[in-house]
């Protein structure tokens, strides 16, 4: 509900209040959960009494926001009393005098319990500095692993806060948003959320590139007759099949969301017209014995299979092995009447609801403690394993983190039989260092499938991996490469670790020697410096660079003093010493140094930064090298460590980590680039013929005037494509170009690439 710029009297404010309640409390009736109306109804008016007053940004009632809360845990995810409860009591110790023993005092130990792990994580996952960011997210998952009930309601705080995103400045938007994309939204799909994912996708994608969103949200809509059609085609010989076989059951077509189709388009580099797969199939059937399920699923796969031609690679059970987060169906894709090929997924009602609300709802609280809860925790204790790395940097952490939420999984068997989940792209090594850090440490090889293969090898779903040791292997760093588990990455560090101890106080001594030698003070500003000289990652990186000799310290301590422009060297003693090590040729030149060192204005990051590019090249901002965004692209800015913007795309996989893990620095940036040209670089597809390649040169060249710096072609049994680099003023000349060269005869295709 949202009140923005509406003026209601308090009566009916009351009354909207007492509304959303009552339709949270009518929800909870409605469900099988054990009825404990009392407690919740006191939970309620506690809440209420806290926050009176209080309003949110967009105008309304805070207490609207905890009762939204309450009714997606309730609704959306399926949890119980509680549950409920703790989500209307959240924010209680967080914004008002209320305690968790006051809590405690009123509503018992479990829900102060749920309070307090959700006091602890408030405010978003992150904090305003970086080395508090890997801390607080430790935080969510340790709190996750006592009690899965406060990272679910933290979801549904995250999801309401998504759903009102629009009445924040946009600095924030970007932040919730990007974090969203970067943590809440694969963390929803490991859980189980489905729904709820795709949702908080949808809304990060469009708050992030809102011109995108309603392109393709218009383009789904103009394409809904067709696509009705082809489905109604599709769809009616398996109804009648199902209905022959007397089943009870619901069909419907599973549009692909706008965020995944924006995904599809960019990563394979296709237009709309070109996402065949907007839609699956769903078949939804009822069945009250679980042990028929399985087969009735089966039954259901010959009979489309009967009508339709399967696609041999594509067939997923889920059935005899669910996911690690409880997802159970059975997918087939076969090909439509079309000509394009069309997933159908098979599940029955009680799959339907765990897929839709996500199994961890039904973990403990509802169907017992004894079923189906092995997976989970294990996943739970992979977690616990990340959290064991010493003190990581927060995006490293984060990274880390990603590489278990956001991968599909593959299972695979050791010789005995047991199983084992593994995210995709997992390796030989993974295997071994998920049976145990000194496995890990002397692998030396596998044998997959009986045969022998390099610990880097790739593993597929249904492998047999047996792990060969030696006494004699050591872990080495480039070992990194050939991991895609984040306990193997973590395991592998803290073994690297152990070996590089000698070696880092060797580093250390060869530094204290050095420094005492130079009469240089260990807390003088340009020690800190020497770590991005050596681009090291930490000061142990760099005590390890100089302990094995890898660098001479005289070399860089003189690069580092030529590159520092200290704020005290106007002092005379410290100059003199400068000028020892040939930082500065004469007085004036440290104090231009000095002037370099000036702060520059504070950037007020509430409000849009116009960004400035005049004729003379003189600008306010700078190109992020990651990404290269030009004039016209959907952008953001960053604020580094200098105090200067960097631009970047949106889309830059860089952006999303700076937007999770220092969403204080972000600002909201609108272009103002008056002059200039800048890279762009376009990707070219068709059908070769002779003389294309000089028609499409001279229409770029003579008919657009636009500069060409590069051109790469590269034809191949009358197929061809071009990979063009030109100058641009701006986005909407690259368009423009790509449409001009969709009309060339026998050009297919033509699109902007990173």
């Not at 050939?482 to 395991?491: P, S």
């Amino acid at each position: 509900m949202d009140l923005t710029n509406t003026q209601y009297s308090p009566e009916d404010e009351d009354r909207m209040i007492e509304d959303a309640f009552r339709d949270v409390l009518n929800g909870y009736l409605a469900s099988n959960h054990r009825k404990k109306v009392e407690m919740i109804e006191k939970a309620y008016h506690f809440a209420r009494e806290a926050h009176k007053g209080i309003r949110r940004r967009s105008g309304e009632p805070y207490i609207l926001h905890p009762i939204a809360v309450a009714k997606i845990a309730s609704q959306e995810i399926g949890l119980g009393s509680t549950s409920i409860c703790a989500a209307l009591l959240h924010d209680v110790v967080e914004d008002t005098e209320y305690t968790v023993e006051d809590i405690e005092q009123h509503f018992g130990k479990k829900i102060a319990q749920l309070v307090e792990g959700l006091t602890k994580i408030s405010g978003g996952v992150f904090g305003d500095k970086a080395s508090a960011q890997a801390e607080n997210f430790r935080k969510l998952l340790l709190t996750m692993s006592e009690d899965i009930r406060v990272v679910l309601i933290k979801m549904a705080d995250r999801l309401h806060n998504m759903r009102t995103l629009g009445s924040m400045a946009p600095n924030k938007q970007y932040k919730i948003a990007g974090e969203t994309l970067y943590i809440y939204a694969p963390l929803a799909h490991r859980l189980g959320l489905f729904a709820i994912k795709t949702e908080l996708e949808d809304l990060s994608f469009k708050y992030e590139h809102p011109a995108a969103y309603d392109r393709i949200s218009q383009q789904i809509r103009e394409s809904e007759e067709r696509r009705s059609a082809v489905y109604n085609d599709f769809s009616e010989p398996i109804r009648r099949s199902l209905d022959n076989m007397g089943l009870k059951y619901e069909a419907k077509a599973r549009l692909k969301s706008v965020y995944s189709i924006w995904r599809k388009m960019e990563t394979k580099h296709i237009p709309f017209e070109e996402v065949y797969d907007l839609y699956a199939m769903r078949i939804i059937f009822d069945c009250d014995d679980q042990t028929k399920e399985k087969q009735i699923c089966w039954n259901i796969y010959s009979a489309i299979t009967d009508l339709y031609r399967l696609h041999p690679d594509r067939t997923r059970d889920w059935i005899s092995v669910p996911k690690a987060n409880g997802y159970q169906a059975l997918h087939l894709t076969v090909m439509g009447p079309d000509g394009n090929w069309i997933e159908v997924q098979i599940r029955s009602r009680r799959m339907d609801e765990i897929a839709e609300k996500g199994f961890a709802a039904h973990w403990k609280y509802k169907i017992g403690e004894s079923d189906e809860e092995s997976e989970l925790n294990a996943w739970l204790r992979t977690i616990k394993d990340i959290l064991d790395n010493p003190e990581p940097s927060a995006i490293d952490f984060l990274d880390t983190l990603k590489l278990n939420l956001f991968a599909s999984e593959i299972v695979v068997f050791t010789p005995k039989g047991e199983l084992l989940t593994l995210p995709s792209d997992s390796t030989v090594l993974d295997v071994a260092f998920n049976l145990h850090s000194e496995i890990g440490s002397h692998c030396i090889a596998g044998k997959v499938n009986h045969k022998l293969m390099p610990l880097s090898h790739k593993l597929s779903s249904g492998d047999q991996v047996e792990v060969l040791t030696s006494q004699s292997q050591y872990p080495r760093p480039e070992w990194i490469d050939f991991l895609a588990t984040a306990k193997g990455k973590t395991r592998l560090r803290k073994a690297l670790q152990r070996v590089r101890q000698p070696v880092v106080a060797e580093g250390k001594k060869i530094l204290d020697e050095f420094l005492e030698k130079n009469r240089i003070t260990p807390d003088n500003p340009v020690i800190s410096k020497l770590i991005s000289i050596f681009h090291a990652a930490s000061r142990d990186d760099m005590l390890y660079m100089l302990g094995s000799r890898e660098a001479a310290l005289e070399s860089y301590m003189v690069a580092t003093l030529r590159k520092t422009a200290d704020k005290q060297a106007s002092s005379p003693s410290l100059i003199s010493k400068l000028l020892r090590f040939g930082r500065v040729s004469d007085p004036q030149s440290a104090k231009k140094s000095e002037q370099a060192d000036t702060p520059k204005p504070e950037i007020n990051r509430k409000e849009t930064y116009i960004l400035h590019l005049d004729e003379n090249g003189d600008s306010n901002f700078r190109f992020a090298d990651c990404c290269a965004p030009i004039p016209g692209d959907d952008a953001m800015g960053f604020i580094d460590d200098e105090g200067e913007v960097v631009v970047h795309s949106l889309a830059c996989p860089r952006a999303q980590a700076l937007k999770a893990g220092f969403g204080q620095r972000i600002v909201a940036v609108k272009w103002d680039v008056s002059s200039g040209t800048f890279p762009a670089q376009i990707r070219i597809e068709g059908i070769d013929r002779f003389g294309i390649l000089q028609e499409l040169i001279q229409m770029i060249s003579t008919h657009l005037s636009i500069d060409i710096r590069g051109l790469d072609i590269q034809a191949e049994d009358e197929v061809f494509h071009c990979d063009l680099k030109v100058r641009v003023e701006d986005a909407s000349a690259v368009d423009s170009l790509c449409d001009k060269v969709k009309k060339i005869d026998g050009v297919q295709k033509a699109i902007r690439v990173s």
